[in-house]
């Protein structure tokens, strides 16, 4: 069964950073292509990074480039999330996704872990 | 990027009604859709993917459709464990996926 498993969320001031992690069980992490996808309080779905499988290939939304950056320890069968110079509006739950290959479909989902910004 | 316009944005309806979710992209997508269905509290799960095919573990009353802008999502007897919100996701414009903007489905 896969399981994902979010972790280093919390409340953080305004222009801080943290570093989100996913641990990843059940499946062969290292074959899987794996997504960040937040959602504001009450609001929708955004996606936000992707990285391949080797962790060689690395794409963000035009929204959080330059603030986020997205990696993964195959040995450690973990994904990672940095964020820095956090803002109001990065206030979230924050899912890790598998793919399905490199097509963008979302197959398993964890619980996610919420961020909140406020000083 | 490819906007994607989901209505309505919220309905209610009975135990056993036929309902119908819309989804619209601002351009072709082919059969590049998949739903996801979130319970409260709970993460998404995928639904349906390819605009028609259902995802393993969901029930048949769930029914996928639609091809180049216009998608549809049909449950055909609600039940009370279909409330949730749906939302549909284009995966054409590849890694920039992008979701609708959610419909939430209420039992009355």
């Known amino acids: 069964e896969v399981q994902l498993v979010e972790s280093g969320g919390g409340l953080v001031q305004p222009g801080g950073s943290l570093r989100l992690s996913c641990a990843a069980s059940?499946?062969?992490?290292?074959?899987?292509?794996m997504h960040w996808v937040r959602q504001a309080p009450g609001k929708g779905l955004v996606w936000v990074s992707r990285?391949?499988?080797?962790?060689?290939?690395?794409n963000y939304a035009g929204s959080v480039k330059g603030r986020l950056t997205i990696s993964r320890d195959n040995a450690k069968k973990t994904l990672y999330l940095q964020i820095n110079g956090l803002r109001d509006e990065d206030t979230a739950m924050y899912y890790c996704?598998?793919?399905?290959?490199?097509?963008?479909?979302?197959?398993?989902w964890g619980q996610g872990t919420l961020v909140t910004v406020s000083s | 990027d490819i906007q994607m316009t989901q209505s309505p944005s919220s309905l209610s309806a009975s135990v056993g009604d036929r309902v119908t979710i819309t989804c619209r992209a601002s351009?072709?997508?082919?059969?590049?859709l998949n739903w996801y269905q979130q319970k409260p509290g709970k993460a998404p799960e995928l639904l349906i993917y390819?605009?028609?095919t259902l995802q393993s573990g969901f029930a048949s009353r769930f029914t996928g459709g639609g091809s180049g802008t216009d998608f549809t999502l049909t449950i055909s007897s609600l039940q009370p464990e279909d409330s949730a919100t749906y939302y549909c996701?284009?995966?054409?414009?590849?890694?920039?996926?992008?979701f609708g903007g959610g419909t939430k489905v209420e039992i009355k």
């Open positions: 390819d605009a028609s």
């Open positions: 059940g499946f062969s992490f290292s074959h899987y292509w």
């Open positions: 996701q284009q995966n054409y414009d590849n890694p920039l996926v992008t």
């Open positions: 996704a598998t793919g399905a290959g490199n097509s963008g479909r979302l197959d398993d």
């Open positions: 351009q072709t997508i082919a059969t590049y």
């Open positions: 990285i391949n499988s080797e962790g060689t290939d690395r």
